[in-house]
């Protein structure tokens, strides 16, 4: 990993570290189409060995499918201590491990689907964390992602790419990523895209099966 890619993640879980005790607290405010949105995206996984990428406080929690082997990484310890104390008094079935998603400590093929909402608008090297899920997933196994990108409208993506250094330094969020391409980029199938509320996006893609 290049030294300049360690120290944007450093920053990363730094900020999100600072965050966690008001993380909760502060996606409220998105509403009750975020949770819709979260629940629409876990009723797409396909198997039984599920990995979530960036469980957060475990806002996914009450969205597991049953009867499955869900495994949950995290970046920020500070954000994975509440997920795991969530976990314990909701009886969530649910391995957590601290984690980048850029070196994913996982075997080859591991696992059938993996999910990551609202992550990869934070993950400094977004294409090179997609091929570690590529890497990670099964042949033919699927690839769930909910989050936000540059618009399509020329003026609106042109605010949010004069605004995107802002956001990055406040809060570690790049609000102009082109996920669907970046995930195209990464080797992975993008197989559908649900346009949710224009810059939201839910996208499910696949590894191939050869």
């Given at each position: 990993m290049a030294s300049e890619q360690i120290q944007a993640?450093?920053?990363?879980?730094?900020?999100?570290?600072?965050?966690?005790?008001?993380?909760?607290?502060?996606?409220?405010?998105?509403?009750?189409?975020?949770?819709?949105w979260r629940q629409l995206a876990w009723s797409k996984v396909e198997g039984t060995r599920i990995l979530e990428?960036?469980?957060?406080?475990?806002?996914?929690?009450?969205?597991?499918?049953?009867n499955v082997d869900?495994?949950?990484?995290?970046?920020?310890?500070?954000?994975?201590?509440?997920a795991m104390e969530k976990a314990l008094r909701n009886h969530i079935n649910v391995a957590l491990t601290q984690m980048d998603v850029q070196r994913l400590g996982f075997p080859d093929n591991t696992f059938?689907?993996?999910?990551?909402?609202?992550?990869?608008?934070?993950?400094?090297?977004p294409v090179h964390g997609l091929m570690?899920?590529?890497?990670?997933?099964?042949?033919?196994?699927k690839v769930i992602l909910l989050d936000?990108?540059?618009?399509?409208?020329?003026?609106?993506?042109?605010?949010?790419?004069?605004?995107?250094?802002?956001?990055?330094?406040?809060?570690?969020?790049?609000?102009?990523?082109?996920?669907?391409?970046n995930v195209a980029q990464?080797?992975?199938?993008?197989?559908?895209?649900?346009d949710l509320s224009g810059i939201f996006k839910l996208i499910e893609a696949r590894k191939g099966s050869g």
């Open positions: 993640t450093k920053r990363v879980r730094k900020g999100y570290n600072r965050m966690a005790p008001r993380y909760d607290f502060l996606i409220g405010f998105c509403g009750s189409r975020f949770e819709r990428v960036g469980v957060g406080t475990g806002r996914n929690f009450p969205y597991y499918p049953r869900i495994t949950g990484v995290e970046l920020s310890e500070g954000m994975m201590e509440r059938d689907t993996v999910v990551a909402t609202l992550v990869f608008c934070a993950v400094p090297d570690e899920i590529r890497r990670v997933v099964k042949p033919g196994g936000h990108v540059l618009s399509a409208n020329p003026l609106l993506a042109w605010l949010m790419n004069r605004f995107n250094p802002v956001m990055v330094r406040l809060w570690d969020d790049h609000i102009n990523r082109r996920t669907a391409e990464s080797g992975l199938t993008v197989e559908k895209v649900t």
